[in-house]
């Protein structure tokens, strides 16, 4: 499984910004799909997950902020990511989980300026 992950930049305090996680060869039976981010000196953590059934996740930090979604026909995952803070400055990863094998993408930086 490849993963393409797009669409970080620089927003202002309270913007939006969409990330895309586009998934290519062996993406059958893919289990779930999402997003992780690492701040500068900080540990990797969980964003958003979405499962092959459509239950998602999100971590208490991006609730009522950030919606993950997924388009089938295109393997591709979004993340919407709205009401954006300083904090949630970092590079974003996404991930895919297919039996017990982890797949990571190239990360993408999203930097929220205040």
């Known amino acids: 499984v490849q993963l393409q992950a797009s669409g970080g930049g620089l927003v202002q305090a309270g913007g939006s910004l969409r990330l895309s996680c586009a998934a290519s060869?062996?993406?059958?039976?893919?289990?779930?799909i999402g997003w992780y981010r690492q701040a500068p000196g900080k540990q990797r953590e969980s964003v958003a997950v979405i499962s092959s059934g459509g239950n998602t996740y999100y971590d208490d930090s991006v609730k009522g902020r950030f919606t993950i979604s997924r388009d089938n026909a295109k393997n591709t995952v979004y993340l919407q990511m709205n009401s954006l803070k300083p904090e949630d400055t970092a590079v974003y990863y996404c991930f895919s989980v297919k039996g017990s094998d982890w797949y990571w993408g190239q990360g993408t930086l999203v930097t929220v300026s205040s």
């Open positions: 060869g062996s993406t059958f039976s893919i289990n779930a």
